[in-house]
């Protein structure tokens, strides 16, 4: 169905659901667009000059009129009611976040850049304040004394995911609104300061999988800033790579080597 809409390739569980709420929108839309067309040249018709050379201030007596009103309202209703409501309900509102097999990430937004911050082998984010934050390579302000940081990775517009699990994803802002987008995924969220809004979704294809569709070797899943933030808005541009639990949990083992040898280098010197 997202063909029809020229909508990017799907690669979420929701995104299915997401697809024919879409199109079920555009297909009320197109039905509107034609019956209030078809009623106005009727109308034309009905009350041109020639058959109606004298204004009749009095209006129509009759019911009809209310034949497009009640329509339209039964469109409107339908569309409220019996679709933005219940997928508001079952994909917004209702976040897992209890589910104990969710993966928990946080992105942090800024101009011109996405902070992802991962919690670690013991699933507890460390804590941060901006006040820590330095501007070059601590720049979620994550506080390093605090012994639930230790195992913490944070990554700059590089993002992993494991394929066919629930991910939670927590968006908060630094500085401004931006807007998380995940094209493939049907993820889109404004991020707002002072707010932390968390979303979740399923991936249901791993980049490699995405790549061979495409027929493009290089081709990645993109995380967009869909809000304008500034005069390098364009630049605000991130990666996400889905792999299997296996790779997933070996990339994350790495990153945490890489920051136990730097820590390590660090203290040294």
Same mark, same amino acid.
């Given at each position: 169905?997202?063909?029809w809409l020229?909508?990017?390739?799907?690669?979420?569980?929701?995104?299915?659901?997401?697809?024919?709420?879409?199109?079920?929108?555009h297909?009320?839309?197109?039905?509107a667009f034609?019956?209030?067309?078809?009623?106005?040249?009727?109308?034309i018709?009905k009350f041109?000059r020639?058959?109606n050379?004298t204004?009749?201030?009095?209006?129509?007596?009759?019911r009809?009129?209310w034949? !497009?009103? /009640? &329509?339209?309202?039964?469109? %409107? *209703?339908? $569309?409220?009611? =019996?679709?933005s409501?219940?997928?508001?309900?079952d994909?917004?509102?209702?976040?897992?976040?209890?589910?104990p097999?969710?993966?928990?990430?946080?992105?942090?937004a800024?101009?011109?850049?996405?902070?992802?911050?991962?919690?670690? !082998?013991? /699933? &507890?984010?460390?804590r941060t %304040? *901006?006040? $820590?934050?330095? =501007?070059?390579?601590?720049f979620i302000?994550l506080?390093?004394?605090?012994?639930?940081?230790?195992?913490?990775?944070?990554?700059?517009?590089?993002m992993?995911?494991?394929?066919?699990?629930?991910?939670?994803?927590?968006?908060s802002?630094?500085?401004?609104?931006?807007?998380?987008?995940?094209p493939?995924?049907?993820?889109?969220q404004d991020?707002?300061?002072?707010m932390?809004?968390?979303?979740?979704f399923?991936?249901?294809?791993?980049?490699?999988?995405l790549?061979?569709?495409?027929?493009?070797a290089?081709?990645?899943?993109e995380?967009?800033?869909?809000q304008?933030c500034?005069?390098?808005h364009?630049q605000?541009?991130?990666?996400?790579?889905?792999?299997?639990?296996?790779?997933?949990?070996?990339?994350?083992?790495?990153?945490?080597?890489?920051?136990q040898?730097?820590?390590?280098?660090d203290?040294?010197?």
């Amino acid at each position: 169905m997202g063909d029809w809409l020229g909508m990017p390739i799907l690669a979420s569980e929701h995104g299915v659901r997401m697809d024919f709420f879409m199109l079920t929108v555009h297909l009320v839309m197109l039905s509107a667009f034609t019956f209030w067309s078809t009623w106005f040249v009727l109308a034309i018709f009905k009350f041109r000059r020639k058959k109606n050379p004298t204004a009749d201030y009095i209006g129509i007596k009759g019911r009809w009129p209310w034949i !497009p009103v /009640g &329509v339209m309202f039964l469109c %409107d *209703f339908g $569309l409220l009611f =019996g679709l933005s409501i219940p997928f508001w309900h079952d994909e917004i509102a209702s976040v897992p976040l209890n589910d104990p097999n969710a993966v928990h990430i946080r992105v942090v937004a800024q101009q011109f850049q996405w902070n992802i911050h991962y919690p670690g !082998p013991d /699933g &507890v984010f460390g804590r941060t %304040d *901006f006040a $820590l934050s330095d =501007g070059q390579t601590n720049f979620i302000g994550l506080d390093n004394n605090d012994p639930a940081s230790k195992d913490d990775i944070v990554t700059l517009n590089q993002m992993h995911l494991p394929v066919d699990e629930i991910i939670i994803i927590y968006l908060s802002s630094k500085d401004m609104i931006h807007s998380f987008t995940l094209p493939e995924f049907r993820i889109k969220q404004d991020v707002i300061p002072g707010m932390r809004i968390p979303i979740y979704f399923k991936p249901t294809m791993t980049t490699a999988t995405l790549r061979g569709v495409t027929d493009n070797a290089e081709r990645n899943f993109e995380i967009a800033c869909s809000q304008l933030c500034g005069n390098s808005h364009y630049q605000m541009r991130g990666f996400v790579t889905v792999e299997s639990r296996q790779d997933y949990d070996a990339w994350l083992a790495k990153k945490l080597e890489e920051k136990q040898a730097y820590e390590d280098d660090d203290w040294f010197f």
